[in-house]
């Protein structure tokens, strides 16, 4: 994965600390594993700290509040969006007043978004299709 800087680590270290009410909320759901996929908070990458991230699926999940509606925010989120894609990470932005209203709709959504970029796995106890044989 993406190193960051030791100022970026200790921002996400801070961060960890002082999230909103719409980040705990859904981290309360996130950190239980749901359908078995592990996510981590407030991740550093690069330069920049993701609210939420499932490594395997390479997913970055972004707790949108209105602050990021308003000045410079657009355009950052824009650049940071881009960045990340280019590094292989999928941002999925979800509006605070979306975990607000309907937490459990809000993490079926990001559980589908992250089976949508897993890779296709055999079932356990099969070896691997031969190649040809996908």
Request: hydrophobic residues 40%.
């Amino acid at each position: 994965m993406l190193r960051a800087s030791a100022a970026t680590v200790h921002r996400a270290r801070r961060q960890r600390r002082e999230m909103s009410l719409p980040e705990i909320l859904l981290w309360r759901v996130l950190k239980t594993r749901p359908d078995g996929l592990k996510f981590r908070k407030q991740h550093p990458v690069g330069t920049y700290t993701l609210d939420f991230f499932c490594a395997e699926a390479k997913l970055c999940i972004e707790v949108d509040g209105e602050a990021h509606d308003r000045g410079d925010q657009p355009a950052f989120d824009a650049s940071r969006g881009h960045w990340l894609k280019l590094h292989g990470i999928e941002t999925l932005r979800i509006p605070a007043t979306a975990i607000l209203r309907d937490l459990d709709g809000v993490v079926i959504h990001v559980v589908e978004a992250v089976r949508a970029r897993l890779p296709l796995r055999q079932p356990d106890g099969l070896p691997p299709p031969r190649s040809g044989e996908e």
